[in-house]
């Protein structure tokens, strides 16, 4: 369980989150979404411990997180960033490989067991042929397996991605979400991803979380919060809503 208190937390004397409360459970797939400025990645640091609250507290598995070693983190939630930026290029097998890092002891190397992991994980998302590849030389949508496959070597119950779908066009959106569920159905994995999709976010995920001004604003299935008031609350703006005839998901139809 990973469980923030009313969370109050920012970046030097400007608080972003105000008194923000809530609970990842294991097995949750969950999607944060809120207009910019909301809070969303802010609150994503502070889970895994980035940055430190002003006032309440996170809980991991019932540890206060700003009390635990980076490396217990590490061993827990696996994050995803929007795009990875590197000072030096790295092939995908590197990228991979350092997902392992927090198993590594003091001076320890890589083992055996180690590039097993790496081996499999790219092998079940079709990334075998791209091994020796520069991170440079892929697609927007193969650099986000990648960094996917780096979460899933790290062996952890817990992935939290931000924004990882915002730089891809449509098909590769979808590609991603649906990676991401048969992770979650298959894995037992929880996900949490910040996203400014929520039509994708709705067909996809089980629970939707939606913060405002540094606030939760609402959590449930889409069904409870696909909900032309709720939306209006969120974004200020009336956004009517449709199931879609393929998820039976509550969507949204732009004015």
């Known amino acids: 369980m990973i469980e923030a208190q009313n969370l109050s937390c920012g970046y030097g ?4 989150l105000k008194g923000a409360s809530l609970q990842i459970a294991p ?5 944060l979404l809120g207009p910019n400025g909301a809070g969303k990645s802010t609150l994503l640091y502070a889970l895994m411990g980035y940055l430190k609250p002003e006032k ?6 019932g540890k206060n997180v700003s009390l635990l070693k980076g490396s217990y983190i590490a061993r827990q939630i696996a994050f995803v960033p929007q795009e990875s930026m590197h000072e030096f290029d790295h092939t995908v097998n590197e990228t991979v ?3 392992r890092f927090p198993y590594l002891g003091l001076l320890q190397t890589y083992s055996a067991d180690d590039y097993r992991v790496v081996d ?3 092998a079940m998302l079709n990334l075998s042929s791209l091994k020796h590849r520069w991170l440079s030389e892929l697609s927007g949508g193969e650099k986000q397996r990648v960094l996917i496959a780096r979460a899933l070597a790290q062996e952890t119950p817990y992935i939290l991605l931000d924004e990882s779908l915002s730089q891809l066009d449509i098909n590769h959106q979808s590609e991603i979400m649906h990676l991401l569920q048969d ?4 894995q037992g994995k929880t996900v949490l991803i910040v996203s400014h999709n929520l039509n994708l976010a ?15 604003l609402a959590s449930g299935s889409p069904d409870q919060l696909m ?3 709720i939306l209006q609350d969120l974004f200020g703006l009336y956004l009517e809503t449709v199931p879609n005839p393929h998820s039976g998901r509550p969507n949204i139809i732009y004015p």
């Not at 004397?13 to 972003?16: A, D, Q, S, T, V």
């Not at 097995?27 to 999607?31: I, R, S, W």
């Not at 992770?183 to 298959?186: D, E, F, R």
């Open 56 to 61: 309440g507290c996170v809980e991991l598995f």
């Open 27 to 31: 097995g949750d797939f969950c999607a």
């Open 183 to 186: 992770i979650h159905k298959n």
């Open 97 to 99: 490989l350092m997902g």
């Open 227 to 229: 909900q032309p008031q």
């Open 202 to 216: 709705a067909n996809y995920a089980e629970r939707l979380i939606f913060i405002k001004a540094g606030e939760i």
């Open 13 to 16: 004397r400007e608080l972003i």
């Open 120 to 122: 499999e994980v790219m």
